[in-house]
C-alpha cells in the first residue's frame, strides 16, 4: 500500500463502502485510522462502513470517539442511539437520547420514540412488567401532548410491537393506544378515501409485503397467492424497496407472464398511497403487519373496501382499519376474539399451500435415530424468562441430554441470553450449545438429528416445525389462547397425529421432551410424523380453493 498516498487510498476505500464491499472499505479506513487517529472523515466512514457489516460494537466505540473530538457532530447522536438499538441496550440508548436532545443535536422524533423503547432479551419478568408500565404510560403522554412529526421528513419512530409480542400479555388494548397515539402523532394516517367505488369486473387485491422473498413470509403466502384464479380476480404484489433479491422474489417476478403485477412502492408514505388510492382496491392484503415498519404504518390508512391480515406475523393490530384476520380454525378457541380486534376469516386447514423443503445431502437413518439431543432453533427473543425453567428442568432430570440453540447473526441476542442463563442455579454451560448461523441445507439437518425440538412457550415455531417435518422430528408444544402459540398444535390437529406431544404445563412439557428424547422407537416415530405430513401438511392445494372461495364471499 505504500505506492499510494493517504487520500488515493481513502478514495479507495470510499468507493468500497459506496459498492458495499464493506470487509474491504473496513481493512483500508482502519489501516488510515493507525496513522490518523483523530481525523473524522475516516471515522466517519469507518463507523458506517461498521455499522453496515454488523459491526456494532466497533460502531459504537467509533461514534463515541467522534462525538469526543466534536462534541457537536451532526447526526451522531441518533446514529450512536440506533446503533445501541441495534445491540439491545436500552438504557444506554436512553441516555444517549436524552444528552442529544439536552444538546439540540437530536431529531426532536427522539423525545417520542425514547418513551416506547423496550429490550427484547429481558433480564427477568420484572423488567418486562416495568418496560411495558413505560411504554403505556409513554403513549398516554403523547395522547395528552399536542407534538406533531412528519413521517416524510425523517421522523419515523418505531412502535413497539415485536417487544410486546414476545410475551404472555394480552396485546389488544395496548396495540390499540399505539394506533391511536400514531394517528395524533402523524395527520397522514388519518387520510381518507372513498371506498364506495363501483366495483371492478374482478376481485381486485393488493399484496403488501417487504418479505415476498426468501423469507419465511415468501414461504408460507407464495403459493397462497399464485393460487387466486385469475378470472375472478386482478392481483398486484407490492414490495418494498428494502425487499431483498431472491429466488422467490424471482417467482413473484415470474407470476408477471401469467397475469398478476408486480410493483416496488415508493420510499415516501404519501407516495404510497397515491399509487395504491388510485388502484380502488376492493381488498388489500397484509400478510404480517408489524414485521416492516413502513408497510406497519401503510396499513394503518383505509385504502380498501376490505384489509386483511393474517398469521405472518401473529398478534393483533388494534387497528380499525384491519377488518379480517385470516386462520384456521384449529388456531383458535371459542373465545378467542375477545383478544383480537379483527373478525376472523377461517379455513379449515392452516392458511398456506407449504412446498415440501428439497435439499441437499439428506441424512441416513443413523444420523436422525441419536438421543437425547434437545433443540430450540428459534429466534432467540422468543425465548421468556418462564421458558428457562423448562429448559433447564429437562436437562437436569435427562443427564445425557444436550441443548442446542442457534446464534443471531450479530451475536447482540445470543450473548444477552448467555448472560441471563449464566445466573440460573441449573445453567450447564457444558450441555448448553449455541451454534454460529447455519445454512438452509444445514438447518434442515439440524432439525432431522435432534431428537425432540423444543417450542417456546408464549410465541411458537411456525416455518421451522414445517421444515421439521422433512424428517418428522417431534416438536413438543404448550399453546395458550393466543394464535402465536398454537401454529404448532394446529399442524398436528391437521395431521391428525395420534396423541401429539401438545402439552399444559411445565412438568407435562419436561416429561415428555424427555420421553421422546429418549425414545427407543424414535426412528419409526419420525418416519410416522414424516408421513402425516407428506399427507396432510404439506402441497395442501385445497387450500388455494377455500381461498378463492372465502374472498368472493366478500362480495
Given at each position: 500500500?505504500?505506492?499510494?498516498?493517504?487520500?488515493?487510498?481513502?478514495?479507495?476505500?470510499?468507493?468500497?463502502?459506496?459498492?458495499?464491499?464493506?470487509?474491504?472499505?473496513?481493512?483500508?479506513?482502519?489501516?488510515?485510522?493507525?496513522?490518523?487517529?483523530?481525523?473524522?472523515?475516516?471515522?466517519?466512514?469507518?463507523?458506517?462502513?461498521?455499522?453496515f457489516s454488523g459491526a456494532f460494537k466497533k460502531t459504537e466505540e467509533c461514534i463515541k470517539k467522534i462525538i469526543k473530538i466534536k462534541p457537536d457532530e451532526p447526526f451522531a447522536y441518533q446514529f450512536l442511539a440506533s446503533v445501541l438499538k441495534?445491540?439491545?441496550?436500552?438504557?444506554?440508548?436512553?441516555?444517549?437520547?436524552?444528552?442529544?436532545?439536552?444538546?439540540?443535536?437530536?431529531?426532536?422524533?427522539?423525545?417520542?420514540?425514547?418513551?416506547?423503547?423496550?429490550?427484547?432479551?429481558?433480564?427477568?419478568?420484572?423488567?418486562?412488567?416495568?418496560?411495558?408500565?413505560?411504554?403505556?404510560?409513554?403513549?398516554?403522554?403523547?395522547?395528552?401532548?399536542?407534538?406533531?412529526?412528519?413521517?416524510?421528513?425523517?421522523?419515523?419512530?418505531?412502535?413497539?410491537?415485536?417487544?410486546?409480542?414476545?410475551?404472555?400479555?394480552?396485546?389488544?388494548?395496548?396495540?390499540?393506544?399505539?394506533?391511536?397515539?400514531?394517528?395524533?402523532?402523524?395527520?397522514?394516517?388519518?387520510?381518507?378515501?372513498?371506498?364506495?367505488?363501483?366495483?371492478?369486473?374482478?376481485?381486485?387485491?393488493?399484496?403488501?409485503?417487504?418479505?415476498?422473498?426468501?423469507?419465511?413470509?415468501?414461504?408460507?403466502?407464495?403459493?397462497?397467492?399464485?393460487?387466486?384464479?385469475?378470472?375472478?380476480?386482478?392481483?398486484?404484489?407490492?414490495?418494498?424497496?428494502?425487499?431483498?433479491?431472491?429466488e422467490i422474489f424471482e417467482e413473484f417476478l415470474n407470476e408477471n407472464k401469467k397475469g398478476l403485477k408486480n410493483e416496488i412502492l415508493p420510499i415516501k408514505l404519501i407516495d404510497k398511497i397515491k399509487i395504491i388510492e388510485k388502484e380502488k382496491?376492493?381488498?388489500?392484503?397484509?400478510?404480517?403487519?408489524?414485521?416492516?415498519?413502513?408497510?406497519?404504518?401503510?396499513?394503518?390508512?383505509?385504502l380498501a373496501k376490505y384489509q386483511i391480515m393474517s398469521w405472518g406475523h401473529p398478534e393483533t393490530t388494534g387497528s380499525e382499519s384491519i377488518d379480517f384476520f385470516l386462520c384456521s380454525k384449529n388456531l383458535i378457541l371459542e373465545n378467542a376474539?375477545?383478544?383480537?380486534?379483527?373478525?376472523?376469516?377461517?379455513?379449515?386447514?392452516?392458511?398456506?399451500?407449504?412446498?415440501?423443503?428439497?435439499?441437499?445431502?439428506?441424512?441416513?437413518?443413523?444420523?436422525?435415530?441419536?438421543?437425547?439431543?434437545?433443540?430450540?432453533?428459534?429466534?432467540?427473543?422468543?425465548?421468556?424468562?418462564?421458558?428457562?425453567?423448562?429448559?433447564?428442568?429437562?436437562?437436569?432430570?435427562?443427564?445425557?441430554?444436550?441443548?442446542?440453540?442457534?446464534?443471531?447473526?450479530?451475536?447482540?441476542?445470543?450473548?444477552?441470553?448467555?448472560?441471563?442463563?449464566?445466573?440460573?442455579?441449573?445453567?450447564?454451560?457444558?450441555?448448553?450449545?449455541?451454534?454460529?448461523?447455519?445454512?438452509?441445507?444445514?438447518?434442515?439437518?439440524?432439525?432431522?438429528?435432534?431428537?425432540?425440538?423444543?417450542?417456546?412457550?408464549?410465541?411458537?415455531?411456525?416455518?421451522?416445525?414445517?421444515?421439521?417435518?422433512?424428517?418428522?422430528?417431534?416438536?413438543?408444544?404448550?399453546?395458550?389462547?393466543?394464535?402465536?402459540?398454537?401454529?404448532?398444535?394446529?399442524?398436528?390437529?391437521?395431521?391428525?397425529?395420534?396423541?401429539?406431544?401438545?402439552?399444559?404445563?411445565?412438568?407435562?412439557?419436561?416429561?415428555?421432551?424427555?420421553?421422546?428424547?429418549?425414545?427407543?422407537?424414535?426412528?419409526?416415530?419420525?418416519?410416522?410424523?414424516?408421513?402425516?405430513?407428506?399427507?396432510?401438511?404439506?402441497?395442501?392445494?385445497?387450500?388455494?380453493?377455500?381461498?378463492?372461495?372465502?374472498?368472493?364471499?366478500?362480495?
Amino acid at each position: 500500500m505504500n505506492k499510494y498516498s493517504a487520500d488515493e487510498i481513502f478514495k479507495i476505500a470510499y468507493d468500497h463502502l459506496q459498492k458495499k464491499e464493506f470487509e474491504k472499505s473496513t481493512q483500508l479506513f482502519e489501516k488510515l485510522l493507525n496513522d490518523y487517529p483523530d481525523n473524522l472523515s475516516i471515522l466517519r466512514n469507518l463507523s458506517h462502513s461498521y455499522a453496515f457489516s454488523g459491526a456494532f460494537k466497533k460502531t459504537e466505540e467509533c461514534i463515541k470517539k467522534i462525538i469526543k473530538i466534536k462534541p457537536d457532530e451532526p447526526f451522531a447522536y441518533q446514529f450512536l442511539a440506533s446503533v445501541l438499538k441495534n445491540q439491545d441496550k436500552i438504557k444506554e440508548m436512553e441516555e444517549i437520547i436524552n444528552e442529544g436532545l439536552k444538546r439540540n443535536l437530536i431529531n426532536k422524533k427522539w423525545e417520542l420514540q425514547k418513551k416506547l423503547l423496550s429490550p427484547l432479551i429481558v433480564r427477568d419478568k420484572k423488567e418486562i412488567d416495568d418496560y411495558r408500565k413505560k411504554i403505556e404510560k409513554g403513549l398516554d403522554g403523547i395522547l395528552s401532548s399536542e407534538i406533531k412529526l412528519d413521517y416524510d421528513n425523517d421522523q419515523i419512530i418505531s412502535p413497539p410491537l415485536f417487544e410486546l409480542t414476545y410475551t404472555d400479555k394480552d396485546n389488544l388494548e395496548i396495540n390499540k393506544k399505539i394506533v391511536k397515539a400514531l394517528k395524533k402523532i402523524y395527520q397522514l394516517l388519518n387520510h381518507k378515501i372513498s371506498i364506495n367505488h363501483q366495483l371492478n369486473d374482478k376481485i381486485k387485491i393488493g399484496f403488501i409485503s417487504e418479505f415476498f422473498t426468501d423469507h419465511t413470509i415468501g414461504k408460507l403466502f407464495k403459493n397462497l397467492i399464485f393460487s387466486l384464479d385469475l378470472k375472478f380476480f386482478d392481483v398486484v404484489i407490492y414490495h418494498s424497496n428494502k425487499t431483498k433479491k431472491g429466488e422467490i422474489f424471482e417467482e413473484f417476478l415470474n407470476e408477471n407472464k401469467k397475469g398478476l403485477k408486480n410493483e416496488i412502492l415508493p420510499i415516501k408514505l404519501i407516495d404510497k398511497i397515491k399509487i395504491i388510492e388510485k388502484e380502488k382496491f376492493d381488498i388489500l392484503f397484509y400478510p404480517d403487519i408489524g414485521m416492516s415498519i413502513e408497510f406497519y404504518f401503510l396499513s394503518l390508512i383505509r385504502l380498501a373496501k376490505y384489509q386483511i391480515m393474517s398469521w405472518g406475523h401473529p398478534e393483533t393490530t388494534g387497528s380499525e382499519s384491519i377488518d379480517f384476520f385470516l386462520c384456521s380454525k384449529n388456531l383458535i378457541l371459542e373465545n378467542a376474539k375477545k383478544f383480537y380486534s379483527e373478525k376472523f376469516l377461517i379455513i379449515d386447514k392452516l392458511p398456506m399451500i407449504y412446498d415440501k423443503p428439497i435439499i441437499k445431502n439428506k441424512l441416513n437413518d443413523s444420523d436422525i435415530s441419536k438421543k437425547n439431543i434437545y433443540s430450540c432453533p428459534q429466534t432467540l427473543f422468543k425465548f421468556h424468562p418462564d421458558f428457562d425453567e423448562y429448559l433447564f428442568e429437562i436437562l437436569k432430570k435427562d443427564k445425557k441430554g444436550v441443548l442446542y440453540l442457534l446464534k443471531d447473526t450479530h451475536k447482540v441476542y445470543y450473548l444477552k441470553l448467555l448472560e441471563r442463563f449464566k445466573k440460573n442455579k441449573n445453567f450447564d454451560s457444558d450441555r448448553v450449545i449455541f451454534l454460529d448461523p447455519l445454512n438452509f441445507n444445514q438447518f434442515i439437518n439440524h432439525l432431522g438429528t435432534s431428537s425432540v425440538l423444543l417450542d417456546p412457550i408464549y410465541f411458537g415455531s411456525g416455518n421451522s416445525f414445517h421444515e421439521s417435518m422433512f424428517y418428522g422430528t417431534q416438536t413438543v408444544t404448550s399453546p395458550t389462547k393466543y394464535i402465536k402459540s398454537r401454529i404448532v398444535s394446529a399442524a398436528y390437529i391437521q395431521m391428525e397425529i395420534k396423541n401429539p406431544p401438545i402439552v399444559k404445563n411445565k412438568d407435562d412439557y419436561v416429561g415428555r421432551a424427555i420421553e421422546i428424547a429418549n425414545d427407543k422407537n424414535i426412528l419409526d416415530r419420525k418416519k410416522y410424523y414424516q408421513q402425516a405430513a407428506n399427507e396432510k401438511l404439506f402441497n395442501t392445494k385445497d387450500v388455494g380453493e377455500k381461498f378463492n372461495s372465502i374472498l368472493k364471499k366478500l362480495f
